[in-house]
């Protein structure tokens, strides 16, 4: 299981310019590639929708060794749905609690050194007011969960991950693959779970000879797979591998495999011109605002 890493989270977004804005301004982290599409992706990459889309990654550094955040925005759709599935991610930088303090940016002193402020759409970003690690700064997501033992043992014993800490009276358990890697927090939110239509998707690589042997592993244990082991081609770039599941609550987790994937993650140079272009192209927002209408709800 050491050959696994985590990668990135993928939010939907409904305002791009103010989510860009927070991600680069306020968090300090760059865009590492930018990509349009005309149609929906086969793995629902952009949640259940047909139409025009784009997908932006961000974050400290390159995805080989950085949590980064996948940033999923429908040409159609002005906003999502929270439910209680996504609970935040924690990440350490007294430098981004300085951008949103100079920004005007709304922040709220949780414990002493930590704050609470939150993105475009309602993402929850813990932000811990210490100098920034050198490697990544992002230290977990944190996922709500309905009955913890059962995650656990779902997260732990079938996706191999191991337990750093369980707290049964905080009913709280962190995990991960490595060391020195995201992690991920497992918290019970005292009933269902609801995951809106804002529903996110955590992203996991392994060795390609692995995703069979998972997908075989979650039917023999009869366990929900989203997206049988299927191959997504992205034009000019490596075609990669994924499957996708769904834990006891219904998280989203895709596993891709690493060595296609390396590849088709490297940093694009051209990335925050490219998003910076399709953010200056895009009249969504005047086409609705012209006809007197709001953009959907999803």
């Not at 050198?134 to 996706?159: A, E, F, I, R």
């Not at 369980?166 to 927090?185: I, W």
Request: some cysteine.
């Amino acid at each position: 299981m050491a050959a696994r890493r985590a990668l990135h989270f993928v939010f939907k977004v409904g305002d791009r310019a103010r989510t860009a804005r927070f991600y680069r301004e306020l968090l300090g982290m760059r865009v590492l590639r930018h990509e349009e599409f005309e149609e929906g992706c086969k793995a629902t990459c952009n949640g259940p929708y047909d139409g025009k889309w784009s997908k932006t990654m961000v974050g400290y550094g390159p995805e080989d060794n950085h949590f980064v955040a996948e940033l999923t925005y429908n040409y159609g759709i002005g906003e999502y749905r929270l439910g209680n599935d996504f609970l935040g991610i924690t990440l350490v930088s007294s430098q981004a609690v300085s951008n949103a303090k100079k920004m005007g940016w709304p922040l709220k002193e949780v414990t002493s050194g930590l704050f609470e402020t939150e993105a475009p759409g309602g993402y929850k970003f813990y932000l811990e007011d210490k100098e920034q690690l050198k490697q990544d700064p992002v230290w977990k997501v944190t996922l709500g969960v309905s009955d913890l033992q059962q995650s656990v043992s779902y997260w732990s014993g079938l996706l191999g991950m191991k337990i750093y800490e369980k707290d049964e009276e905080k009913q709280r358990a962190l995990l991960g693959y490595a060391d020195n890697q995201c992690k991920l927090e497992l918290k019970a939110v005292g009933g269902a779970v609801d995951h809106g239509t804002a529903f996110g998707r955590i992203a996991f690589s392994c060795p390609k000879e692995e995703l069979p042997n998972i997908e075989a592993l979650m039917q023999k244990e009869n366990q929900k797979i989203l997206t049988p082991l299927v191959s997504l081609d992205t034009p000019g770039k490596a075609t990669v591998q994924v499957v996708i599941l769904a834990d006891p609550d219904g998280h989203e987790i895709c596993f891709v495999g690493d060595e296609a994937f390396r590849e088709l993650s490297k940093v694009d140079p051209n990335g925050e011109k490219l998003l910076d272009d399709a953010m200056a192209a895009d009249n969504s927002d005047k086409w609705f605002a012209d006809r007197n209408r709001k953009k959907a709800s999803a």
